[in-house]
């Protein structure tokens, strides 16, 4: 598989029908930016070009998106990981875990330029069964514009009731 069928299936590809329709990432949502995440080595990688109605400042990202971006990129993340630390990859018939956003940390470190491809790239910190600290890194054209920090956590039984 080359890098850009590997992007074209990420975690995301694999998520349940009824798992797929998240803004962010859900295939099944048409309106939504359908990002994808997979593992490059020991980090993860999304990325993503975004077009002038996602702008902030003429020229340059609205935060919001690049917030949006980071959320998705590390829950996809911490699902890779935790499905890798019970010895499973992508494609294989394990149910791959759930998981949603406990928290978002996002530092913006210079503006971040529109229509050109964004990369974010994820370092797994901590995790248990449980809960993943996922760091990523976005780059446009090789610099670095805004930093994340992420802890997912897998979505209880009793999500939403
Ligand atoms: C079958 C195949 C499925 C496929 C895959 C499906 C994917 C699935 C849909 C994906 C779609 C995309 C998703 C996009 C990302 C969203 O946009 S998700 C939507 C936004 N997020 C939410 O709505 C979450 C709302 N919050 C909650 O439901 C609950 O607060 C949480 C996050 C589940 C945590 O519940 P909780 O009972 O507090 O958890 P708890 O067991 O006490 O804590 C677990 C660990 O997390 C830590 N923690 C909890 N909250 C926090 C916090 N705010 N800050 C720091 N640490 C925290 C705890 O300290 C604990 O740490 P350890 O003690 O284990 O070290």
């Known amino acids: 598989m080359n890098r850009d069928q590997a992007e074209a299936r990420g975690v995301q590809a694999y998520y349940p029908k009824d798992m797929a329709w998240c803004y962010g990432c859900g295939r099944l949502n048409e309106a939504g930016h359908h990002f994808q995440t997979n593992w490059e080595g020991e980090e993860t990688v999304t990325t993503y070009t975004p077009c002038s109605e996602h702008m902030a400042i003429p020229g340059f990202v609205y935060g919001g998106l690049i917030a949006s971006l980071l959320d998705c ?3 996809g993340s911490a699902s890779l ?9 992508l494609g294989s018939d394990a149910p791959l875990p759930r998981c949603v956003t406990a928290s978002l940390k996002v530092d913006y470190l210079k503006p971040t330029p529109l229509g050109v491809k964004l990369i974010a790239r994820g370092k797994i910190r901590d995790m248990n069964n449980k809960k993943v600290v996922v760091e990523s890194e976005l780059y446009a054209e090789g610099i670095l514009c805004a930093r994340g920090e992420v802890v997912a956590v897998s979505m209880p039984e009793n999500f939403g009731k």
């Open 81 to 89: 990981a935790l499905y890798r630390d019970q010895g499973h990859e």
């Open 73 to 75: 990129h590390s829950t």
